[in-house]
């Protein structure tokens, strides 16, 4: 049993799976059980819960928990005073936030969120849709939603709704127009304050931090390797992207040399025809784990 443990929430429900593969990747494996909330990790300085993402920064805020992955949206709906350590986009379907907007029925003469005035909008974000009006002067009245917000606009049980959304095609689908966007929202990695500031906790989390956004950089990013000759390598240089510069090193006894990169892999069947033309050989793409900065470390 480790001397110091760091409490930790996993978000249960939709960020559940990705979840525990971005821990995967990042060195950590996260075995779930259907018949608990506290998933086993292979670090003996961490436990973990499964915590509904509405419900993390609550926790987090007060100390049941040391840390926990949810949205920036759940973090502003409980007006928790939490330290917010490091984004985390990591959408299966995209790299682009999901957003919180105000939709209405197609016909609807309600075109921006002004028109809105007296009337009834519902969402189950209903304490920041509350300050979001009430702070631009806009009387509405504002009700929680238990599901299938959508229907209840289409129905006609309330004039509008405040729904999350990545393309809105969804919201489309039901005969509705989004005239408004009220929150861009993404997974933040957040921590209990005083939790931050305990040196071995604040470690920890730091390292979590790093090594998380480690993986995640390097989603849809590969390594490239080749051999080539040294009267080429100027010219196969120019068209090799890298982070930095490709890594070269010279082969034994010859004058080739062998160049390594780390390139996006949507480009790699556009630059390997053109390394062959330019007498590349022996070409070699390997997927990455991780590809740890200096400024994916946390404060």
Not at 61 to 68: K, P, Q, R, T, Y
Not at 159 to 166: A, C, F, K, W
Not at 240 to 258: D, F, K, Q
Request: hydrophobic share 40%.
């Amino acid at each position: 049993m480790a001397a110091s443990i760091l409490k930790l929430g996993i978000p249960k429900g939709s960020l559940e799976a990705s979840t525990v593969e971005l821990f995967q990747r990042a060195g950590w494996k996260i075995s779930l059980s259907s018949r608990n909330y506290f998933p086993s990790i292979d670090d003996p300085e961490i436990s973990c819960s499964l915590v509904r993402a509405q419900e993390m920064a609550r926790y987090v805020e007060m100390g049941v928990l040391d840390a926990g992955l949810t949205g920036i949206d759940w973090v502003l709906e409980n007006n928790s005073d939490v330290e917010i350590i490091s984004d985390l986009v990591y959408s299966k379907a995209s790299n682009r936030k999901a957003r919180w907007v105000l939709a209405v029925p197609g016909d609807s003469q309600i075109n921006t969120i002004e028109d809105c005035k007296g009337k009834r909008i519902s969402t189950e974000l209903v304490e920041f849709t509350k300050r979001y009006f009430g702070e631009r002067g806009i009387p509405v009245e504002v009700e929680f939603s238990w599901g299938a917000t959508e229907a209840k606009v289409v129905e006609g049980l309330v004039d509008g709704i405040v729904e999350i959304t990545e393309t809105g095609s969804t919201i489309k689908a039901h005969g509705l127009k989004i005239i408004h966007t009220l929150l861009e929202t993404n997974t933040k990695l957040i921590a209990n304050k005083k939790a931050f500031a305990d040196a071995w906790k604040k470690s920890k989390i730091q390292q979590i931090a790093l090594l998380l956004n480690g993986a995640l950089n390097a989603d849809s990013m590969v390594g490239l390797k080749m051999n080539i000759k040294e009267e080429k390598l100027d010219e196969v240089c120019s068209i090799l992207p890298s982070i930095t510069a490709p890594t070269i090193a010279r082969l034994h006894n010859s004058n080739w040399v062998s160049a390594e990169t780390v390139i996006n892999e949507s480009v790699v069947r556009e630059i390997i025809p053109k390394l062959i033309a330019l007498g590349a050989d022996g070409i070699v793409e390997y997927p990455l784990n991780k590809i740890v900065s200096k400024k994916d470390a946390a404060g």
